[in-house]
Every structure is written in structure tokens, then in C-alpha cells.
């Protein structure tokens, strides 16, 4: 192993260097890292002389693409490799895949791929890294048709522990290709990967606001009512308090609403019949849904777009009985003083049920619903909200069957996965990565 940086083509940043304070900062605000030294790598060379680097200084190694994902600070036994130059996208629109570097996010490549009629299997937020969410697994507003993100990719392009580059795909690197696919990213650097994308130039979908006070009404007919959608519909709902801010449209701002998230491939007739009952459940503030090209798979869910300091948890449920949501209402309902940003409920099942020909460490894949609980560490709440995601979490823990990956921060992974899947992770983190260089941003639970 090398320990010089001079074959660099990236960026270093030092603490002191001008660049620091940019580099070290991400999408989540709260989490601001302060590692020995940032690289910031231009090509899958720099990657290389990062981590062979780091190896022989004895730094842990953490990627960071966006941030979207991070979850604790790094201190100063760490590189911390970025990711964002490593842009590159490339659509095959006759194999229907597309080849991303470990830079791109989910809205690039949606863009890319509209032209074709095609689209990536992608999280509700287009600002998402492509190779972040495959490593935790993927669930977007269309996940009951489409499944896990995690589920489409085809290989791998990585950096191991030894500071060799590999492609790594079902035949040549079976361990590898199982661990990357949603067991966190720990195990290697993706500085690439390709993924199969879908046949779909549009969907029908969007946004409903109720007002927060008939969130009980709400919730429980969403309850009913959602086990009775086919599969080419994907639902969730979310109690929302937003704040005060200008770029909100004036309905929505500052306001209690319950956010009902609805996104389908079937026809329009089909969907806006299903939705009706709900429409009707109360009076509607905001009513976005109707056919969009892929490209406005974003306003499904909503999500902001701008860096915040967040703190953030939730767990799977097996259901959703009457009395989970009168808990989640105790917690987050009408006259409930609560700090949260949003609490959300997805309905899972469908296509994130199918396990793919290939096995992979995805987790989640056999709840009902999924539990969220986020909210934004700034003054004067900011010191409440860690307390208040963990009240949400617990207040549904008769109902909880497990946790997915990207929806499970601070807590115990070992209910994420089946004991046979965590010790397979387990073994392939020890076998690849045997003295711990890489760092993820959920580490496996010892
Ligand atoms: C607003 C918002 C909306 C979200 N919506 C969804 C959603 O709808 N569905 C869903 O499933 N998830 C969702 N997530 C979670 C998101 O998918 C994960 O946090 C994901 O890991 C973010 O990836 P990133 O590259 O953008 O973030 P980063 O913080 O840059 O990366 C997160 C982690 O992924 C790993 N990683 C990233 N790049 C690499 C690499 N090149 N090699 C190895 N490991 C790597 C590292 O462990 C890293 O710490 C959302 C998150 C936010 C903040």
C-alpha cells in the first residue's frame, strides 16, 4: 500500500484548508464531519489512491455522495472520500440499463432515461445518490410495482479493502454482489454500477392535503383502505407540520395537513376510481394527482430538496390494526404538541415481497407498512426532537416486524436482517474487509 496522495487528479482538503468546511458538509446539516482529510476523487484512480492511502496511514475510509444518508460525524481517524465527480451516465436504450458513476443522483438519471421511455427504480427524492440507495435497498413511490432499487442492479464497479479494482456481478463476485445490494456499503467503494431500468414513460400520481384535524377520519380510512389497492398502486401517508417558510405555496405553509402520497402504472380511469373514496373522506386543500411523465416522480412525495439538520427514525410493521393508528395519533395527532416534521406511513408489499433471482441483503422486504418519524434540528425544538422520534418508533412497537436499512437510524440492525442474511453479511465484511477499513453509514451490529 502507497502512502502518497500524489497521483491524485481530485482534491485535498485538510482542516484549515478553505475548501474544509464545504467538504465535510452534506444534505443532513446535523451530521458535519471532521475527518483527517477529505478526498475529493475525479477518477476511479483517485479512489484507489484514497483507500491505499488511507490503508497504509491506518484511516478508516467513509463515502459520501450527497449525504442524504449519513448518520454520525467522522472524526479524525478517517478519509472521507466524495463521491459527487464521478458524474458519469450512461443510458443503453436497447438493453434497457443504464451505467452510473458513484456521483449521480436518481433525478439525473431519470432525466436521462425519459427520452427513452425508460426509468430508474428510485426513492421519492430525485436528489438521492443512485449508488447510496441501492446500497441500503431502495423503496420508492412506485415500490409495490417495481420493488426495491436494490433488486435491478445488474453489477457493480469497486474498490476492495486490498485497493483492487473488481466488477462485481452475480457470477464473478457472488458474495460481493449479494453484500452491496442493500447491506449498507461497508464492505467496498462502488465507484460504479448498472442497473436495469423499466419500460415506463409516465404514471399516474401526485400529491392529496387534508387538514390535520381530520387526521384521525383520515388515517383510519387510509388504513381500510389501502390493503385493497392492486399492486400497481403504491400509497403512503404522512402528518405534516410545515413550517412558515416563503417557498411554500400559502395552502400548505405553515400548516397541520395529512399528506396522502398516491403513484400508479396503471391507467388514469383506473386510478383516480380507486382514489375516490378517499378524496371524499374529508375536504381537500391541495389535489395534485393525475397523469405526469416520469420525470415529476419527485411530487409524490414531496420531499425538500434543500440541506437541513435532521434527526430521523422508523421500523416496519406486520399491520396496521385500529389500534396503531390511534397510537400514532397519540403521538402526532390533533392537539398533539410535537416537534416533528413529518410521521409517515407506507404500505409496503407487492413487488418489494418478490425476491430477486439473485439473492441480496435487502431488508424489509416481507412487512406490511413501514414507519418514518423525521424532524428538523433547529431552534427553538431542536433539542426535542431526538425524543420525539424515538416516541413515535416506540409508540407503534406491538405492530413492529423489523427495520429496513435507510429507515432505521441509531438503532439495533440485528432485527433488520434474518439471522442466515446477517451472518452471510457478516462473513463477506470479514472476508473483504478484514482489518475494518471501511466504514459505513450503519456500521453491522457486532
Ligand atoms: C429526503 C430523503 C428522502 C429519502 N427517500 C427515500 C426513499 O424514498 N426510499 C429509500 O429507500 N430511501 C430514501 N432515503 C434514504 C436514502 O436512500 C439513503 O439515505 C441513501 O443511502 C442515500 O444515499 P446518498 O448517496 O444520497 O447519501 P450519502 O449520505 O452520500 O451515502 C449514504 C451511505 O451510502 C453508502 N454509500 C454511498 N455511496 C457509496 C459508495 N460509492 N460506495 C459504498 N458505499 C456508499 C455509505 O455508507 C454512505 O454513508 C431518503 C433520504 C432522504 C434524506
Known amino acids: 500500500m502507497t502512502s502518497t496522495l500524489d497521483q491524485l487528479t481530485g482534491t485535498v482538503h485538510r482542516p484549515g484548508d478553505p475548501g474544509y468546511p464545504a467538504a465535510v458538509t452534506g444534505y443532513n446539516l446535523a451530521v458535519v464531519h471532521a475527518p483527517a482529510l477529505v478526498v475529493e476523487a475525479q477518477t476511479v484512480d483517485d479512489v484507489v489512491t484514497a483507500v491505499r492511502y488511507a490503508a497504509a496511514e491506518g484511516l478508516a475510509v467513509t463515502v459520501q455522495n450527497t449525504g442524504h444518508g449519513a448518520r ?127 419500460e415506463l414513460p409516465g404514471f399516474w400520481g401526485g400529491a392529496v392535503f387534508f387538514p390535520g384535524a381530520h387526521a384521525a377520519a383520515v388515517l383510519h380510512a387510509w388504513r381500510t383502505w389501502a390493503p385493497t389497492l392492486p399492486t400497481e398502486v403504491t400509497t403512503s401517508i404522512a402528518l405534516l407540520r410545515l413550517p412558515d417558510l416563503p417557498d411554500l405555496p400559502p395552502p400548505l405553509r405553515g400548516q397541520f395537513l395529512v399528506h396522502l402520497r398516491i403513484a400508479s402504472t396503471g391507467s388514469p380511469d383506473d386510478g383516480a376510481a380507486l382514489l375516490a373514496p378517499m378524496r371524499a373522506v374529508a375536504p381537500v386543500v391541495v389535489d395534485t394527482v393525475g397523469p405526469r411523465p416520469y420525470t415529476e416522480i419527485g411530487a409524490v412525495h414531496l420531499d425538500p430538496e434543500q440541506p437541513a439538520p435532521t434527526a430521523d427514525s422508523g421500523c416496519l410493521l406486520g399491520g396496521l390494526p385500529a389500534a396503531a393508528v390511534d397510537a400514532l395519533l397519540a403521538v402526532a395527532g390533533p392537539g398533539v404538541e410535537t416537534p416533528l416534521l413529518a410521521v409517515e406511513l407506507r404500505q409496503l408489499g407487492g413487488a418489494l415481497a418478490v425476491r430477486p433471482e439473485v439473492p441480496d441483503a435487502v431488508s424489509g422486504r416481507d412487512a406490511a407498512f413501514s414507519l418514518f418519524a423525521v424532524g428538523v434540528l433547529a431552534p427553538p425544538v431542536a433539542a426535542q426532537v431526538p425524543a420525539a422520534v424515538r416516541a413515535a418508533v416506540a409508540a407503534l412497537a406491538p405492530w413492529r416486524s423489523g427495520l429496513q436499512y435507510g429507515f432505521a437510524a441509531g438503532q439495533d440492525l440485528t432485527e433488520a436482517w434474518t439471522p442466515s442474511v446477517l451472518a452471510r453479511l457478516r462473513r463477506v465484511t470479514r472476508d473483504r474487509d478484514p482489518d475494518g477499513l471501511f466504514r459505513a453509514a450503519q456500521q453491522l451490529p457486532a
Not at 79 to 107: C, F, W
Not at 147 to 169: K, L
Open 72 to 198: 454520525h460525524p467522522v472524526g479524525p481517524d478517517t478519509l472521507l472520500l466524495r463521491t459527487g465527480a464521478l458524474d458519469g451516465v450512461a443510458v443503453d436504450p436497447v438493453g434497457r440499463t443504464v451505467t452510473v458513476g458513484a456521483g449521480v443522483t436518481s433525478g439525473q438519471v431519470v432525466a436521462a432515461a425519459a427520452p427513452h421511455g425508460l426509468a430508474l427504480v428510485a426513492g421519492a427524492a430525485p436528489s438521492v445518490g443512485v449508488v447510496g440507495m441501492a446500497t441500503g435497498g431502495g423503496m420508492g413511490p412506485l415500490a409495490r410495482a417495481l420493488g426495491f432499487a436494490a433488486d435491478r442492479v445488474r453489477s457493480f464497479e469497486v474498490v476492495t479493502a486490498d485497493g483492487e479494482q473488481r466488477h462485481v456481478a452475480a457470477d464473478s463476485e457472488p458474495d460481493l454482489f449479494f453484500a452491496l445490494r442493500g447491506g449498507g456499503g461497508g464492505v467496498a467503494v462502488i465507484t460504479a454500477l448498472t442497473a436495469d431500468l423499466v
